[in-house]
């Protein structure tokens, strides 16, 4: 075999070694539980701590961890229902700082364009 097949074979065996150690680990690592208003408090501030970890370490694993617990936890306590669409637009106003009679004066300007016929 030349050098270049074998460093491959041995990158190979390498990636396939880590995968398994990965899968191992992932086998063996806690599942996450966040029961109490106190456990969601702890499990915010853990993962404001593990931000900025990266995919594939432990410290990645247990943020994707954490990211899923805080997502169950959230749904159950915090649900979001559908959004109002007058809500929605008031949201919007607010965020872009608009007074509501200027976007008054845009949907009239909408409304009229959609009603004119094309020539």
Do not use: C
Request: proline share 8%; hydrophobic share 40%; glycine share 4%.
């Amino acid at each position: 075999m030349d050098k270049e097949t074998e460093q491959f074979h041995a990158n190979l065996l390498a990636s396939v070694n880590q995968m398994k150690a990965d899968q191992a680990a992932a086998r063996t690592a806690p599942v996450m539980f966040i029961v109490t208003e106190a456990d969601y408090r702890i499990a915010m501030a853990r993962l404001d701590d593990l931000w900025n970890s990266d995919p594939g370490t432990p410290e990645g694993e247990e943020l994707m961890r954490w990211v899923l617990a805080i997502e169950r936890y959230e749904d159950e306590h915090y649900p979001i229902g559908p959004l109002d669409p007058i809500e929605a637009l008031r949201l919007r106003l607010d965020q872009q700082g608009l007074p509501p009679e200027e976007i008054a004066a845009e949907l009239k300007k909408l409304a009229t364009a959609s009603h004119e016929s094309p020539t």
